[in-house]
């Protein structure tokens, strides 16, 4: 088993660009979130879903959108990069209240 | 909403001693609580949890956390120390107020000397 997916793993943008950030899970969990790390502020909830078209905000939600049309796939859309959104974002799955698993992770570096 | 605090940012410790990285939290409703270890340049894996029963959790790589009540706490300790234990640790809970996604702490960086 896979358990989830990011990709890319790396990833440098202009201002003002856009981009998808991809997660995909084969573990059949119904949660599941957008997490980004900045030094110091530990793991921020961006969005998160509870089900195929189902979705919802999270702490830090401007300047993100998300959708979920399966199970499987979450992706993360950034419409227009900005320097703040430096940062490195982490996908989860979960069953709900449970412990969370955690994708490798994508580093975006916005100039 | 829910929180979570951890004390320190760094812990500075020398092999084979004993540490503790200390948690807390808030929530005005029953949580779970989890630990979590980040290495360098990789996802985070989860080192324990605490969902209910017992107030002494044990986790992977001889790591244990106990969950206080009443002094909303959750820290993670582990009596002996390798120098592959250094990486960042972070406290997280879920549950309450904020459904059911977790709420993470800060980190602590664990820093083990030889």
């Known amino acids: ?111 | 909403a829910q929180s979570v605090t951890q004390l320190d940012s760094q812990v500075p410790v020398f092999e084979e001693a004993p540490v503790e990285l200390r948690c807390n939290y808030s929530s005005s409703v029953s949580v779970y609580l989890f630990w979590y270890v980040q290495y360098p340049n990789q996802g985070l894996q989860l080192l324990l949890k605490y969902l209910s029963g017992s107030t002494l959790v044990k986790g992977i790589n001889g790591f244990e956390a106990e969950f206080n009540k009443s002094q909303t706490s959750f820290h993670l300790r582990k009596p002996s120390v390798h120098i592959s234990d250094t990486a960042e640790y972070f406290c997280a809970v879920s549950g309450g107020n904020a459904g059911n996604m977790l709420t993470f702490g800060g980190g602590t960086r664990l820093m083990v000397k030889p």
Request: proline share 5%.
């Open chain 1, 1 to 111: 088993n896979a358990g989830v997916t990011q990709t890319p793993k790396f990833q440098v943008l202009k201002t003002g660009q856009s981009m998808t950030l991809q997660c995909a899970q084969d573990m059949n969990h119904e949660y599941m979130s957008w997490y980004r790390q900045d030094p110091g502020m530990g793991l921020r909830l961006i969005h998160y879903s509870v089900g195929a078209g189902i979705t919802d905000q999270g702490e830090v939600p401007n300047g993100y959108n998300v959708s979920r049309s399966t199970t499987e796939d979450f992706p993360l859309r950034l419409l227009s990069a900005a320097p703040s959104q430096t940062s490195v974002y982490f996908c989860a799955t979960s069953r709900g209240g449970r412990e969370a698993f955690f994708g490798q992770g994508t580093r975006l570096t916005v100039v």
